[in-house]
């Protein structure tokens, strides 16, 4: 069982919906990321959050929007999506750079989007 | 600029046939090389941290093992439950980032 837990598990959407994506994680990590993945490759990254201040953003399309509302829940607002984000969204966390080394990332099983 | 590459891309075993998958690494201050196993349409799970050469992690039929330049993950006698993709990453003294390999897709035929 991973504790980084992931809702929906699959969701379908239209290109005019608005959605969402939540991740809960209750390993006391600080650091949270959203990760993208299509087939066959490896996760990409989109958003690192540290402290629950966003510290990294992969020149990602505003159409996603990213929220840390505490230590533990870290959201993905989608509008207006296009099919070709039709993917793997995975969640992750860690301690944070500076604080325990060699702290590794923890992922959760995913929310496979569909845009159509 | 760090950097990760694995290979090979795919492996296919017979059962019981041991091999190694590679992954080499170049980074700005290593703070931690780590293995995970990824099942289709699951997130990766953890398997092992490395972070000093000559370091070795064993569980069950798997070793990884590190170098300066690079990490083995070593499959012995597999079986087909063993069968996924294998992805290994770095993480550098320079942030929160980590940077991921393309992964080996590992494949043990019955």
């Known amino acids: 069982d991973t504790e980084v837990t992931q809702t929906p598990k699959h969701l379908v959407m239209g290109m005019t919906n608005k959605k969402s994506l939540k991740c809960e994680q209750h390993?006391?990590?600080?650091?949270m990321y959203w990760y993208k993945q299509k087939a066959k490759k490896p996760p990409e990254l989109m958003f690192v959050?540290?402290?629950?201040?966003?510290?990294i953003n992969e020149s990602v399309p505003s159409r996603f929007s990213p929220e840390c509302p505490n230590s533990s829940l870290l959201n993905l607002h989608l509008h207006a999506l296009q099919p070709e984000d039709s993917a793997l969204y995975l969640c992750?966390?860690?301690?944070?750079?500076?604080?325990?080394?060699?702290?590794?990332?923890?992922f959760g099983n995913g929310t496979r989007l569909t845009v159509t | 600029e760090d950097q990760v590459t694995q290979s090979p891309e795919a492996l296919r075993l017979q059962e019981g046939e041991s091999s190694s998958l590679n992954c080499s690494y170049t980074?700005?201050?290593?703070?931690?090389l780590f293995w995970y196993r990824q099942d289709p349409g699951k997130g990766p799970e953890f398997l092992f941290t490395?972070?000093?050469a000559g370091e070795e992690k064993e569980k069950e039929r798997l070793k990884a093992t590190l170098t300066k330049k690079e990490s083995f993950l070593h499959i012995t006698a597999p079986k087909p439950e063993d069968s996924a993709t294998y992805l290994c990453?770095?993480?550098?003294?320079?942030?929160?980032?980590?940077?991921f390999g393309t992964g080996t897709s590992l494949t043990v035929i019955p």
């Open positions: 959050y540290s402290y629950e201040k966003l510290s």
């Open positions: 390993m006391g990590h600080r650091a």
């Open positions: 990453a770095v993480r550098s003294n320079t942030g929160n980032q980590f940077y």
């Open positions: 490395l972070y000093s």
């Open positions: 992750a966390s860690s301690q944070p750079s500076g604080t325990a080394i060699n702290s590794p990332l923890h």
């Open positions: 980074v700005s201050g290593l703070r931690g």
